[in-house]
């Protein structure tokens, strides 16, 4: 079936160092989209993002509709970067397909 | 805008009881979803409507789930006869129209079955 991959599954970092998170996607899809969860919390979109390259902040999202795979990359990461960090992909007008997240902590 | 609500955000029910979550979706938007979410499974697609209209509920397992979008401001989930592995993260999201899937979650509802 379809499929979401996420990498690396879980990451740690000292406050101050850049995170590169990767989305593949097994077939083809008509967009994708970024979330942010803190443990307990609700999804909150980061970046909807079904091409191309975005940015907001310290944030940057690229996606590769061709070779079917989306990157998050977060520099100077901070503390309250910390989190759960989810892919999503449409593969027609609705259903979105999430990926199981990058568990993401900055330390101190 | 208050985004997408959700209630109640916490829900404890005894097994076999039945348990209604309530979604109100941003106001204009035509498609609302239901997901489940899981730590073994993650997110779960459950249902979707288009403009309250019932498209797909393939994810919905068959038996003792229902859900409803009787107007354009709300939409409930009900699960009757609730089991303990029905314990999870209910989460309702909305977007604009079926062209864009950019997603709006509501806060979700934490739904425990003792």
């Known amino acids: 079936g379809q499929q979401v991959q996420q990498s690396p599954t879980s990451l740690v970092l000292q406050e101050g160092e850049n995170a590169e998170l990767q989305c593949n996607f097994s077939?083809?899809?008509?967009?994708m989209q970024w979330f942010y969860q803190r443990p307990g919390g609700s999804l909150i979109s980061v970046f909807y993002?079904?091409?191309g390259t975005k940015q907001s902040g310290r944030l940057t999202s690229t996606t590769v509709i061709k070779e079917r795979r989306s990157s998050l990359h977060i520099s100077s990461s901070q503390i309250t970067d910390s989190g759960t960090y989810l892919c999503?992909?449409?593969?027609?007008?609705?259903?979105?397909?999430f990926g199981k997240g990058t568990h993401l902590h900055v330390l101190p | 805008n208050a985004g997408v609500i959700q209630t109640p955000r916490h829900k404890v029910t005894g097994k076999g009881q039945e348990a209604t979550l309530w979604c109100e979706p941003i106001?204009?938007?035509?498609?609302v979803f239901w997901y489940r979410q899981t730590i073994v499974q993650g997110l779960e697609f459950l249902t979707y409507?288009?403009?309250?209209?019932?498209?797909?509920d393939s994810g919905m397992p068959k038996e003792r789930f229902s859900a409803q979008m009787p107007n354009q401001s709300h939409s409930t989930l009900k699960i009757q006869s609730t089991q303990p592995q029905d314990s999870a993260v209910y989460l309702c999201?909305?977007?604009?129209?079926?062209?864009?899937?950019?997603?709006?979650f509501g806060s979700g509802t934490r739904l425990l079955v003792i």
């Open positions: 999201a909305s977007s604009l129209d079926t062209s864009n899937s950019d997603y709006t």
């Open positions: 077939t083809s899809l008509n967009s």
């Open positions: 993002n079904p091409s």
């Open positions: 999503a992909m449409a593969t027609n007008a609705y259903k979105v397909i």
């Open positions: 106001s204009g938007h035509s498609a």
């Open positions: 409507f288009r403009n309250q209209a019932p498209i797909d």
